[in-house]
């Protein structure tokens, strides 16, 4: 004899099976190490991550930010956090490790998320100088695309 589950038990627990954590990637550069190019790359990037998963900032489970050593007029998270309904989403900001001929001015951002979306339905975003970084994926998209 096993425990008899009502309709809302039943509905529960099959939401919670549903949803996982998922990873977004994105990356773009910026032209300049000022708070002005920076702000319009970052919130570029989040922008088109936002509308290509249909993101909710509630959904949202942490952001992390990482921009290469030739980039501190403003922190990524700072703008991020200004972004509506992103006030209270854990933003973190680290400096992106310095590898010998790596790409100059570059934000890469990770947001993990709850989503019922399996990963190959995941977007990610690679713009502007950033578009070649990862051509294997399937939803790259470049500046030209926006």
């Given at each position: 004899?096993?425990?008899?589950?009502?309709?809302?038990?039943?509905?529960w627990?099959?939401a919670?099976?549903?949803?996982?954590?998922?990873?977004?990637?994105?990356?773009?550069?910026?032209?300049?190490n000022?708070?002005?190019a920076?702000?319009?790359a970052?919130?570029?990037?989040?922008?088109?991550?936002?509308?290509?998963?249909?993101?909710?900032?509630?959904?949202?489970?942490?952001?992390t930010?990482?921009?290469?050593?030739?980039?501190?007029?403003?922190?990524p998270?700072?703008?991020?956090?200004?972004?509506?309904?992103?006030?209270?989403?854990?933003?973190?900001d680290?400096?992106?490790?310095?590898?010998?001929?790596?790409l100059?001015?570059?934000?890469?951002v990770?947001?993990?998320v709850?989503?019922?979306?399996?990963?190959?339905?995941i977007s990610?975003?690679?713009?502007?100088?950033?578009?070649?970084?990862?051509?294997?994926?399937r939803?790259?998209?470049?500046?030209?695309?926006?």
């Amino acid at each position: 004899m096993g425990v008899q589950l009502t309709n809302t038990e039943h509905c529960w627990r099959d939401a919670i099976v549903e949803w996982k954590v998922r990873g977004i990637r994105g990356a773009t550069t910026v032209t300049e190490n000022s708070q002005e190019a920076i702000k319009e790359a970052v919130s570029e990037l989040l922008d088109v991550i936002e509308n290509q998963n249909q993101l909710n900032a509630e959904d949202i489970v942490s952001v992390t930010f990482t921009a290469t050593e030739d980039l501190d007029a403003i922190f990524p998270a700072a703008i991020a956090r200004q972004r509506p309904h992103w006030q209270d989403v854990p933003l973190l900001d680290v400096q992106q490790m310095s590898v010998k001929g790596s790409l100059k001015r570059c934000i890469r951002v990770l947001i993990h998320v709850n989503t019922p979306k399996p990963q190959q339905e995941i977007s990610h975003a690679y713009l502007r100088g950033a578009s070649n970084l990862r051509p294997d994926w399937r939803l790259t998209y470049t500046s030209h695309s926006l």
